[in-house]
C-alpha cells in the first residue's frame, strides 16, 4: 500500500514570495491533515479536512495560509506571502476516519530567507 | 500553552537495557494518548496508544503506561535496540484520537 505522498520535498524562498506545497493521501482516506513542525518543537496542527470540508482550522494563520482539497482526495497548502517564521517541515497525514491513526508523510522542508 | 510536553529533549541508553521515555499533559479532558517514531527526513510513525480507561498496553517490545492522577505517561521499551534510535513524540487528544497535540519529543540514541 503507498503511503502519503508529499511534494516537493524542500523548498527555499525569499520572504514575502510565495509557496505551495502538495499533498496526496493514502487511497481510500477520508480525513486529511496538515501539521507545521518547527526545529526543535512537536507537530501542530493547522488545518483537518473530511472528505472536502474542513473540520478545524483554528490553528491556521488565514492571513497568509489556505489550503484546500477540492475533490476531496489530495490537497495544497498555500503561504502568501511567507515570512521568515514560516521557516519549518511541513506534514500531511491521513486517516481512514476522523478518529483513526494518522499516517503521516515525509513531509516538505522550507527555508524562508 | 503547552498542553503536552517532554521535559528529556534527549535519553542516550545501551543496547538491551530498558529505555523510558516521559510525558506530562495539562489538560484533564485528553482521553487519548498515543507514541509516534520518527527518524531523520521521515514522517513520524504510529507506535502505540492508550485510552484513558485503561492505565497500561503493551505491544512487543513497547508498552505505555498512563497515570490520570499525575497527568503522567511513559513509554518503556525492552529490550532497546539500536534501529529504536530515533526521535519520539507522545500526542495526547480530548476526542478519541482526533485533534492531536504533541509534545517537543525526546531524541533516543541507544548505544551498541
Known amino acids: 500500500e503507498a503511503g502519503v505522498a508529499q511534494s516537493p520535498r524542500y523548498k527555499i524562498i525569499e520572504k514575502r514570495q510565495s509557496v505551495a506545497f502538495w499533498c496526496n493521501p493514502i487511497?481510500?482516506?477520508?480525513?486529511l491533515y496538515w501539521y507545521q513542525q518547527i526545529l526543535g518543537q512537536g507537530p501542530k496542527l493547522l488545518i483537518q479536512?473530511?472528505?472536502?470540508?474542513?473540520?478545524?482550522d483554528s490553528q491556521l494563520p488565514k492571513d497568509r495560509f489556505s489550503a484546500e482539497r477540492l475533490k476531496g482526495v489530495d490537497s495544497t497548502l498555500k503561504i502568501q506571502p511567507a515570512k521568515l517564521e514560516d521557516s519549518a517541515v511541513y506534514l500531511c497525514?491521513?486517516?481512514?476516519?476522523?478518529?483513526?491513526?494518522?499516517?503521516f508523510g515525509p513531509g516538505t522542508r522550507l527555508l524562508v530567507l | 500553552d503547552q498542553q503536552v510536553k517532554q521535559n528529556s529533549p534527549s535519553l542516550s541508553v545501551q543496547e538491551g537495557r530498558i529505555s523510558i521515555l516521559n510525558c506530562d499533559y495539562t489538560n484533564s479532558m485528553f482521553d487519548y494518548f498515543l507514541w509516534y517514531k520518527k527518524y531523520p527526513a521521515e514522517g513520524p510513525t504510529f507506535l502505540i496508544s492508550i485510552s484513558s480507561i485503561k492505565d497500561k498496553n503493551e505491544d512487543g517490545r513497547f508498552t505505555v503506561f498512563l497515570n490520570k492522577s499525575a497527568k503522567h505517561l511513559s513509554l518503556h521499551i525492552v529490550p532497546s535496540q539500536p534501529g529504536d534510535s530515533a526521535v519520539y513524540f507522545c500526542?495526547?487528544?480530548?476526542?478519541?484520537?482526533?485533534?492531536?497535540?504533541f509534545g517537543g519529543g525526546t531524541r533516543l540514541m541507544v548505544k551498541p
Open positions: 500526542a495526547a487528544s480530548n476526542n478519541a484520537g482526533n485533534m492531536l497535540t
Open positions: 497525514a491521513s486517516s481512514i476516519g476522523h478518529q483513526e491513526t494518522q499516517y
Open positions: 479536512f473530511q472528505n472536502n470540508g474542513v473540520v478545524d
Open positions: 487511497s481510500g482516506h477520508a480525513t
